[in-house]
């Protein structure tokens, strides 16, 4: 046990060091030779990768130290992200449901969602976030991160709808039929048989929607010039590049591992609620 | 007693395709019919959040030159991206494949680095290229279809049944011809369900990748600015252009995998 | 250089796996001369499918060797000496069935005439005319075997190794490939290793049934077969072949594993 733990961080450390090498090697040789393609390299289109770490604790014109400013950015993006993620999937799975046990919706319905994995539903952000800034509740538009929190849960519902139909439908006919001769009543077959058989597809599907879900919260905080959240720091840092290119090369690490620590709970959750060993990551 | 199966007649099995769709076709029609008054009129859903059907595609007739323009040149960064980004990933899967210990070890970190927002490194590819330039839209795409392609192909190629490749051995077959016979052609069923995914990456990375900036004249650039100048119509019409052409990207790889999967009973059982 | 009949011969083979872990055979000694149908049986972690692999140098042993037609089993490997035949038919489903039984004569560079005219002879060997075109998920079990036994025929190798091939089969279907198989066999003349275990297949089929005991693997006995040639569905009811099962069976009473009460209690439900 100590032994796999011990070899899993020695992987993880060779890794992230051949990543590093990998890095400084590409700017040393890039550099040394001038070489223009396909981008030149310079300190302002590639930075050290140390530098940006260093650069975490320069303060920031907030007056915050980078690195808090964007742990305080990245924790307004996971919340939209999170709560769009929740949402979606958990009206994805009951239409699922619902469509599965009545097939004639199904056969009118199912052909759309799965059209829908095949376009660019993403470039929908900037018309949903400006357009609900235009709606009026209770007087005023709805907060920034619900506005973006609808493109998480848009990006969710359908891949977990698709995966919930299907996952419904995969459960083994002899299983189906032992059920029968138990006499059981859907809702039984539902809960005992079918949902459990339907798991793995489900989750297959989160781990998708999980990495969409902060793509389209950072989208949709980009393209609505919402500057809390690590979108909008993009945005700011974007703008002062040429003289600072580290802050945006930071909130992109940033950006990377909130994806990355969505996924990996995700993965977690599945581990605790799947008993079996996960096969299709992607 | 042998009873012989009636076989379905042409005019038979028509009716029967016809009942299996007839939900889809009658969703179809009251999806556009709700679109088109149900939602402006009874609920009053306003222009900015969804404008009338009739307007869109009015807005589409209209700028359909604008709209075009915008849809090549977004096209091609999407398909350039595509090409780059599964190609390598493809050459890099057979690499790491010869070497099983390493591509083995890396095979979690490549799935975890699918979960990186990638998009969003959009600004620092154009601070590489040029604000301009189609080549950021490109790398975008490119990386995009990176990951997902090489760790679906690497898992096509190092899951195959083990007889399949001791009867290789048996026939003293070098490791190339391994390759050749038994472990790419295996593969290629995860080969395409990942390319089938690239498609549609690589569509959504050419129009974000606009968002950020780029020829004023693609589709992305069109739909950030009329949302700014608030003609809806026209940013939905160029959603539905970037749609269009993601479900024919989609349908074209299908239709490539249909025709190198011959062989496969999944697509000989739906002939 | 002595002068050997023999097409295999073993001396004192072992096989452990891991470091320090599992013996799956000891001390195996055996002679196989040219012509002969050789079953191996025993209960199952008796190591018989793993002596096989030996043999056909798909695995190495861990002492001993191995000779086949008087060189190493890897040099008789490389010389393509043998024919394989899994308990799995192991059938590419990308090539048709003409182009599975091909195979083998493509690694060997026959060129298209030649090869088209031995895939011709193999199908009618295994009666499969007609069926040269479909693909291997088109056709039953037993046809997919007889597939797998064509393509391990079709380039004449000195000997064939087979691994439980009917093991997947019905009753019905296994006896018939039982019969077909020694017509095959007299035909051609070609030396067969079969793994089975099935006691009234090993008597059946064979010259000599090896009997084989659990942990470590070794020879427990060995029954020669004197039952007439050729051998016809009647043979099974002679008074000789109930007397050879019987001898076989205490042998494996007397190899004393548990396992061989539930093969011999199947073999009794069946007979």
């Known amino acids: 046990m100590a032994a796999r733990v011990g070899k899993r961080v020695v992987t993880f450390l060779l890794v992230l060091g051949g990543l590093w090498a990998l890095w400084e090697g590409y700017k040393w040789l890039w550099e040394r030779t001038a070489w223009s393609k396909p981008f030149r390299v310079d300190d302002l289109t590639l930075p050290h990768a140390h530098a940006i770490l260093l650069q975490l604790g320069e303060s920031t014109s907030t007056g915050d130290d980078l690195w808090l400013f964007l742990i305080r950015a990245a924790l307004f993006t996971a919340k939209s992200a999170a709560v769009g993620f929740a949402f979606g999937a958990v009206v994805g799975f009951f239409l699922g449901v619902v469509l599965v046990q009545f097939d004639v919706l199904r056969r009118g319905i199912m052909p759309y969602v799965v059209a829908s994995q095949t376009i660019p539903i993403l470039a929908l952000a900037p018309i949903v976030v400006r357009g609900l800034g235009s709606v009026s509740i209770g007087g005023s538009p709805p907060p920034d991160w619900v506005r973006v929190s609808v493109i998480a849960s848009y990006l969710t519902f359908f891949p977990v709808t698709v995966n919930t139909i299907r996952g419904l439908r995969s459960a083994d006919p002899w299983a189906l039929e032992l059920m029968h001769s138990y006499a059981a009543r859907g809702w039984t077959v539902l809960w005992k048989l079918r949902v459990p058989s339907a798991l793995p597809y489900i989750f297959t599907a989160l781990k998708i929607a999980a990495t969409a879900s902060v793509v389209g919260a950072i989208i949709g905080e980009q393209t609505a010039s919402i500057s809390n959240g690590l979108g909008g720091a993009i945005l700011n840092f974007n703008q002062y590049y040429v003289l600072e290119p580290k802050n945006l090369w930071a909130t992109n690490f940033y950006a990377a591992l909130l994806g990355i620590g969505f996924f990996l709970v995700v993965l977690l959750a599945e581990k605790v609620v799947v008993h079996r060993a996960p096969e299709r990551l992607v | 007693m042998s009873t012989v199966e009636p076989t379905p007649t042409a005019t038979q099995r028509l009716g029967e395709q016809i009942r299996y769709w007839l939900p889809a076709v009658v969703v179809f029609g009251l999806g556009l019919a709700a679109w088109e008054w149900l939602l402006p009129d009874v609920l009053g859903v306003e222009e900015f959040l969804l404008p009338r059907f009739s307007d869109v595609v009015q807005a589409l007739v209209e700028e359909r030159d604008e709209l075009l323009r915008g849809a090549w040149i977004t096209f091609k960064e999407a398909f350039g991206g595509f090409v780059l980004g599964s190609g390598v990933a493809i050459a890099a899967a057979l690499v790491l494949a010869r070497w099983r210990p390493f591509g083995n070890a890396l095979m979690p970190y490549m799935i975890a680095a699918n979960a990186i927002p990638i998009i969003a490194f959009a600004p620092i590819t154009n601070a590489w290229f040029g604000l301009l330039s189609p080549w950021s839209k490109v790398t975008i795409a490119a990386v995009l279809c990176f990951f997902p392609v090489l760790v679906n192909t690497l898992r096509g190629l190092t899951s195959v049944d083990p007889e399949s490749v001791e009867l290789m051995r048996s026939y003293a077959a070098s490791e190339r011809d391994v390759f050749r016979r038994v472990r790419i052609p295996s593969s290629l069923p995860y080969v395409f369900s990942a390319l089938k995914v690239a498609s549609v990456l690589a569509m959504i990375g050419a129009v974000v990748g606009d968002y950020f900036g780029g020829s004023l004249e693609a589709l992305g650039i069109v739909v950030l600015s009329a949302v700014n100048l608030s003609r809806y119509s026209t940013s939905w019409a160029a959603i539905l252009v970037a749609s269009i052409m993601g479900i024919a990207f989609y349908g074209a790889v299908a239709l490539v995998e249909r025709y190198a999967l011959r062989w496969h009973p999944s697509v000989q059982r739906r002939t | ?271």
């Open chain 3, 1 to 271: 250089m002595s002068v050997s009949t023999s097409v295999v011969s073993i001396n004192g083979l072992s096989k452990v796996f891991g470091k320090g872990g599992v013996t799956a055979l000891q001390g195996i000694d055996l002679e196989v001369e040219r012509g002969e149908f050789v079953s191996l049986i025993g209960p199952s972690g008796c190591g018989k499918s793993t002596l096989l692999r030996i043999v056909g140098d798909i695995i190495a042993p861990t002492e001993g060797e191995v000779a086949v037609n008087g060189k190493p089993a890897r040099k008789a490997r490389l010389d393509r000496d043998y024919g394989i035949v899994f308990q799995a038919p192991v059938l590419y489903d990308w090539r048709t069935v003409a182009k599975n039984i091909a195979l083998p004569l493509e690694m060997l560079g026959w060129n298209r005439a030649k090869r088209a005219a031995r895939v011709r002879d193999m199908v009618e060997l295994v009666e499969l005319g007609g069926f040269e075109k479909h693909h291997p998920w088109q056709l039953s079990g037993g046809m997919q075997q007889r597939v797998s036994i064509a393509r391990a025929l079709s380039f004449s190798p000195a000997l064939l190794l087979m691994d439980e091939p009917f093991g997947a089969l019905d009753e019905m279907t296994r006896e018939r490939l039982n019969l077909e198989l020694l017509r095959i066999w007299a035909e051609t003349g070609s030396t067969v290793i079969f793994v089975t275990h099935s006691i009234s297949e090993a008597v059946f089929l064979s010259t000599r049934v090896v009997v084989m005991s659990p942990r470590p693997g070794r020879v427990a006995s060995i029954v020669p077969v004197d039952l007439p040639q050729p051998r016809t569905a009647a043979t099974r009811e002679q008074p000789r072949f109930f007397e050879l099962v019987t001898r076989v069976r205490e042998s494996l009473h007397a190899v004393g594993a548990d396992e061989v009460e539930e093969t011999l209690a199947t073999e009794d439900e069946l007979a």
